[in-house]
C-alpha cells in the first residue's frame, strides 16, 4: 500500500520561513493536501491542489511540488502556526495520510 | 453554517460491533464525496474510506477492509460507519470528513469540512 513520509518534528523562529516536506509515490500522479491539527481539535485544510488557499487560510502558507515531493511552507511563521501538519493524498481509489510533522515555533 | 456531527461512540469489547453516525448541515449533503478519517491516541491520522455522493462507489483501507461498511442516507444528511469484527487497533477518535474534489476545491481532491471526532475504545 502506498506511504507518504513526513520528518517528525521542526522547529521555526517566530517570524522565519519554514518548509515541511513529504514524500511518496502516489504524488507523482496527484497533488497533495495539507492539515494543520492543534491538540483537542478537528484537523483543517490550509493547501490543496498546485497552491491553493482555502478561504480563511492566511496567505503565509503556500504549497509546491515536484515529483515525488510535496512541500508545504510558511513564511514568517506565527505562534498560533504551532501545531501538527499532515499531507493527504489520493492514490488511485483509496487515500493516504503523511506521518505528520510536528511544528515548533521558537 | 456548515456543519459536520459524529456521534455513536464509546467503548465496546473486542469482536462486538458499534455504528457511527455523521450528521450533516448548511449544504447539499447530496453532493458530495464523504470520507471517515480516524485518529488512535498519540497517534498520525488515518483514512478508513471514502463513499461517493450517490453511494455508488465505497472504498476501504486495507487495514478494515471486510469488516467495517460505509453508507449514507442522502434524505436524512447522514452518513454511516458500521464497523464490524472490533479490535483493540480500532480504538481512535473517528472523524467524518466532507470531500471538496466536486465543489470548491474541484477538481483536486481534499477534505474542507471536519467533524468534532467520536471516540471509540475497544477493550474488555
Known sequence: SSELTQDPAVSVALGQTVRITCQGDSLRSYYASWYQQKPGQAPVLVIYGKNNRPSGIPDRFSGSSSGNTASLTITGAQAEDEADYYCNSRDSRVYVFGTGTKVTVL | ?124
Open chain 2, 1 to 124: 453554517q456548515v456543519q459536520l456531527v459524529e456521534s455513536g461512540g464509546g467503548v465496546v469489547q473486542p469482536g462486538r460491533s458499534l455504528r457511527l453516525s455523521c450528521a450533516a448541515s448548511g449544504f447539499t449533503f447530496s453532493s458530495y464525496g464523504m470520507h471517515w478519517v480516524r485518529q488512535a491516541p498519540g497517534k498520525g491520522l488515518e483514512w478508513v474510506a471514502v463513499i461517493w455522493y450517490d453511494g455508488s462507489n465505497k472504498y476501504y483501507a486495507d487495514s478494515v477492509k471486510g469488516r467495517f461498511t460505509i453508507s449514507r442516507d442522502n434524505s436524512k444528511n447522514t452518513l454511516y460507519l458500521q464497523m464490524n469484527s472490533l479490535r483493540a487497533e480500532d480504538t481512535a477518535v473517528y472523524y467524518c470528513a466532507r470531500d471538496c474534489s466536486g465543489g470548491s476545491c474541484y477538481p483536486h481532491d481534499a477534505f474542507d469540512i471536519w467533524g468534532q471526532g467520536t471516540m471509540v475504545t475497544v477493550s474488555s
